[in-house]
C-alpha cells in the first residue's frame, strides 16, 4: 500500500515539474518575440527617422541639368566665372566651344556632385541673410533644367561652432547648412583653373620589339638607348638586347636589371594635366617650347602600305619637347612633335600639356655610366682560346695564346704562353691576375665632344685576334688623358676614361712577368 502511494505521488511530481516547464518555456518564448517586436519597430522608427532628416538643397537627376554656370574668388583673390552647356549629349565651356572639354571628368566631378546635395540642417524663414554672409556670398552656382527651370545656389560664412557653412537655394525661401568649408566642398568640385576640365593628350604606348631607339636630351647631350634583337657583333656579353648609343662612338651594352628599372619609369610617363590646348607661338615661346634643348623622344619601327599596296618600314618619331618649369616648380611644359623618315615634314602640336618636374628629370637628367657596363671592352679568356692576343706596352710587343683544359671534374682552367713560352702554374696564375686587374679598370668618365679627345698616342695596346666569336678583331689603346685618366679607345672610338693608376698597376705586373720569362 505504502510502495503505490509512493507511485502515485511521484507521478503527480513528474507532472508538475512538466507542467512548470512548459509555462517556463511559454513566458521565455513570449519575451523572445517581444524583444523581436521591440527591435523591429525601433529599426522602422529609425529609418523613418532617418528618411525624414535627410535633407536637400538640390535633388534632381544628372540628365536633367542642361546648362551649369559658376563664379567665385579663391583665397589668392584669383577668380573665375565659367558656364558649361549640354548639347547633344556632349558639354562645352561657352565662351570658347573648341574647348575640350573632358566629358567624364566635367560630369562626375560637377554634375554628378550638383545634381543632389544634402544638407546637416535646415532653417526655416530665416531673419536677415547678411546674418549668414548670403547677401554678399562667397560662391555662386546657376544649374539650367532641361524644362527651363533656373537654380541658383550661393554660399555664404562658415560656422566653426558646428564646422558647416551656410548655403540658399532659389527654389525655397530658407537656409541650409553644410559640412565642411565653401573650399573643401563646392570649390573643390569647381575649379578655379578651367584647364581642370580638359582632355589630356596620351603619349603612345610602346614595345621593345618595334623600338628603334629612345632619346632622352638636355642641351647638347643626348642619350640614346637602342633595342638590337640580335645584339651587336662585339659584344661578347650578350646579357641585354638594350645599348646606349648616344654619347658613344659605338653601342654599349646595358645592365639588364637596370634597364628593366628604367622601362618602368618610363611606362609611368604621362601628361598630367593640359596647360593650353592651342598655344600661340608668342605662349609657346612663354612656355620655352620655341626652341626648346630638352626632350624625351620614342622611335617605332612602323609598317605603311601606299594606294597600290607596296609595303615600307618607317621609322615614326614620337619626341615630347620640354620647355620651363611652372611657377609652382611642379610641372615642366610640354608638347608632342611627331615626324616620320618618309617625308620631310613634321607635326609639332600646340596643345602644351604639364609634366611633372620629376618625372621629366627623373629621365633626362640620367647618367650612362649608370646603365652601362663599366668594362670598356669585354673579352674573357676564353674569348681568346684558339686566337692570339698581342699586348704592347712601352718596353715591347707579346703575343700572348691560351689554351683551356678541362679537368675530370669538368673544372675548367688555362694554360698560356707568352711568344710562344710556355708559362709555368705560378705564371699562368700571374698572368691571369694581371688579365683580371685589365679587364677590371672600371670606365670612371666619360668624353660627350670630339673636341675634348686627345689624339690617339697609345701608351699600352692590346689587339684581339679572335677566331670562335662573332668578331673576328678588337684593338684596345690606352693613351695619356692628363695626370689622373687614360682615354680608352676602342676600334678607333675614343669616350671612355679610366684611372691611370689602375691601369698602371696591372700593366705593372704584366712587365713584372714578362721580365721574369726573360731571366
Do not use: H
Not at 517581444?34 to 525624414?52: H, M
Amino acid at each position: 500500500m505504502g510502495k503505490e502511494k509512493n507511485e502515485v505521488m511521484a507521478k503527480s511530481l513528474s507532472k508538475k515539474r512538466k507542467r512548470n516547464m512548459i509555462i517556463l518555456l511559454s513566458c521565455l518564448c513570449l519575451v523572445i518575440i517581444a524583444a523581436i517586436a521591440v527591435a523591429l519597430i525601433t529599426l522602422k522608427e529609425e529609418a523613418e527617422e532617418e528618411t525624414e532628416e535627410t535633407i536637400y538643397v538640390l535633388n534632381v537627376r544628372e540628365s536633367q541639368i542642361k546648362k551649369f554656370r559658376y563664379a567665385y574668388t579663391n583665397d589668392d583673390d584669383v577668380s573665375c566665372d565659367y558656364t558649361f552647356v549640354l548639347k547633344d549629349d556632349v558639354w562645352y565651356y561657352e565662351d570658347d566651344l573648341d574647348f575640350p572639354v573632358a566629358q567624364t571628368t566635367f560630369e562626375e566631378n560637377v554634375i554628378s556632385n550638383f545634381a543632389s546635395i544634402e544638407a546637416g540642417r535646415y532653417i526655416e524663414d530665416p531673419d536677415d541673410l547678411s546674418l549668414y554672409g548670403l547677401d554678399d556670398p562667397v560662391f555662386t552656382c546657376v544649374i539650367t533644367l532641361t524644362d527651363g527651370t533656373e537654380v541658383t545656389i550661393t554660399c555664404g560664412d562658415y560656422n566653426e561652432a558646428v564646422s558647416a557653412f551656410y548655403a540658399k537655394c532659389s527654389l525655397d525661401d530658407g537656409v541650409y547648412m553644410l559640412g565642411g568649408t565653401v573650399e573643401s566642398s563646392f570649390e573643390e568640385m569647381c575649379q578655379i583653373n578651367i584647364y581642370e576640365y580638359a582632355t589630356l593628350d596620351s603619349i603612345p604606348g610602346f614595345t621593345a620589339d618595334t623600338m628603334s631607339y629612345l632619346g632622352f636630351k638636355d642641351g647638347d647631350i643626348e642619350v640614346k638607348f637602342y633595342y638590337e634583337e640580335d645584339f651587336v657583333e662585339y659584344d661578347l656579353l650578350k646579357y641585354s638586347y638594350w645599348y646606349i648609343g648616344s654619347p658613344f662612338e659605338r653601342l654599349v651594352p646595358v645592365v639588364s636589371d637596370k634597364m628593366d628599372d628604367f622601362l618602368e619609369t618610363l611606362e609611368g610617363l604621362e601628361y598630367e594635366m593640359t596647360a593650353d590646348y592651342y598655344a600661340t607661338d608668342e605662349e609657346l615661346e612663354e612656355y620655352g617650347l620655341k626652341d626648346s634643348t630638352k626632350a624625351i623622344t620614342f622611335a617605332f619601327y612602323a609598317t605603311v602600305t601606299d594606294d597600290d599596296g607596296n609595303s615600307e618600314v618607317i621609322t615614326e618619331t614620337y619626341k615630347i619637347e620640354v620647355g620651363n618649369i611652372t611657377d609652382d616648380g611642379l610641372y615642366y611644359y610640354v608638347r608632342p612633335v611627331t615626324s616620320y623618315s618618309n617625308s620631310l615634314t613634321k607635326s609639332s602640336s600646340r596643345y602644351v600639356s604639364l609634366i611633372s618636374k620629376s618625372s621629366v628629370e627623373a629621365l633626362i637628367d640620367l647618367d650612362p655610366l649608370d646603365y652601362m657596363y663599366r668594362y670598356p671592352i669585354y673579352v674573357t679568356v676564353g674569348n681568346m682560346v684558339g686566337g692570339t692576343t698581342t699586348i704592347t706596352t712601352p718596353s715591347g710587343s707579346y703575343t700572348i695564346g691560351a689554351v683551356q683544359l678541362v679537368s675530370a671534374d669538368d673544372s675548367i682552367s688555362y694554360d698560356y704562353t707568352i711568344d710562344g713560352v710556355d708559362l709555368s702554374e705560378d705564371q699562368d696564375s700571374t698572368f691571369q691576375s694581371f688579365y683580371s686587374d685589365y679587364m677590371m679598370s672600371f670606365v670612371k668618365q666619360l668624353i660627350y665632344y670630339e673636341e675634348d679627345e686627345v689624339e690617339v698616342d697609345p701608351t699600352y695596346e692590346v689587339y684581339y685576334l679572335l677566331t670562335d666569336s662573332t668578331v673576328s678583331e678588337i684593338l684596345v689603346q690606352f693613351t695619356v688623358y692628363d695626370e689622373d685618366f687614360y682615354q680608352v679607345t676602342v676600334d678607333g672610338a675614343s669616350d671612355m676614361l679610366v684611372a691611370r693608376e689602375e691601369v698602371d698597376a696591372a700593366f705593372e705586373t704584366f712587365e713584372g712577368l714578362i721580365t721574369e720569362i726573360s731571366e
